[in-house]
């Protein structure tokens, strides 16, 4: 069913297949393909996104378009190119062609679904999934607020060397294509391809850690979709690197809430059930 309506259907399989620590692996497995896996918008309707977003033909823009995307989600799909003007290879976001128009009616059928599940399961509460879903579509949709965001975790992170978020190219990034820097690496739960590039897991773990501990409890500005579609690693001049993608959604964390986070591990690694 996410795959045939796609868009905001697709979104909460994703969802779904992050629950691994809630629901059967069956289920889990089978919602995980939806990460980078979503069904493809055609390439006619990619071009005809391109034209309309970027006022030219993309042949007149891209010396060279991969019509096979490197990844699909719910809301667009990433081609890899070459600007005819820098002969830079890029990484091009293009928005599905009728995400924007069916999103309304999309949130309409979720939120019924999901009444219809409190229905039956009353011990979930699925309330949060609507406010949620209403509260950051019209941001999600916007890809300039994507490059915003890319660009400012950047600055957040300019002193942290294992680091890499993908430079953006404001002059082909609108509100439904983002052009940015190409990126390549695996998947950062490959564990095939970190053995074939002599990648170290323990150091990719202990970077993974650092870099959403100084999210959470230092910079208080946290990226929303950590799923391994998003988290790339890659060895350049011998040193092990992770890239961080998809920059839609960030989530501003209180000082309130970091300090009592911050005291909630404290006591649960020191054991203190009075905190």
């Not at 069956?26 to 990460?35: D, M, N, S, T």
């Not at 002969?87 to 949130?107: F, G, R």
């Not at 002599?198 to 850690?209: A, D, F, Q």
């Amino acid at each position: 069913m996410c795959s045939v309506n796609g868009g905001l259907f697709i979104k909460v399989g994703q969802h779904v297949g992050t629950l691994d620590y809630l629901l059967p692996k069956e289920y889990v497995q089978a919602f995980k393909i939806l990460h980078d896996g979503a069904p493809e918008s055609s390439l006619e309707s990619v071009r005809k996104v391109l034209a309309s977003e970027l006022g030219a033909p993309p042949d007149e823009i891209f010396s060279e378009f991969d019509p096979t995307p490197l990844g699909s989600a719910s809301l667009a799909q990433v081609h890899r190119a070459v600007l005819r003007s820098s002969k830079k290879v890029v990484a091009v976001k293009v928005q599905h062609s009728l995400v924007q128009e069916h999103s309304k009616i999309d949130t309409i059928v979720i939120e019924f679904l999901a009444k219809m599940c409190d229905k039956i399961f009353p011990e979930f509460e699925f309330d949060w999934l609507i406010d949620t879903i209403k509260r950051n579509l019209p941001v999600e949709l916007d890809f300039v607020q994507e490059g915003q965001n890319c660009e400012h975790v950047s600055r957040l992170f300019n002193d942290t060397p294992f680091l890499k978020i993908p430079k953006i190219h404001w002059e082909y990034t609108n509100r439904r294509v983002l052009c940015m820097e190409y990126m390549s690496g695996g998947k950062v739960d490959d564990a095939e391809y970190m053995k074939a590039h002599g990648i170290n897991k323990s150091e990719v773990l202990s970077y993974l850690s650092k870099i959403f501990s100084q999210m959470i409890f230092v910079r208080g500005y946290m990226h929303c979709d950590p799923h391994p579609g998003n988290v790339l690693v890659q060895k350049v001049d011998g040193k092990t690197r992770l890239v961080l993608l998809d920059h839609g959604l960030y989530q501003n964390l209180t000082d309130d809430f970091r300090i009592n986070y911050c005291k909630l591990w404290q006591a649960l690694l020191k054991g203190d059930t009075e905190k």
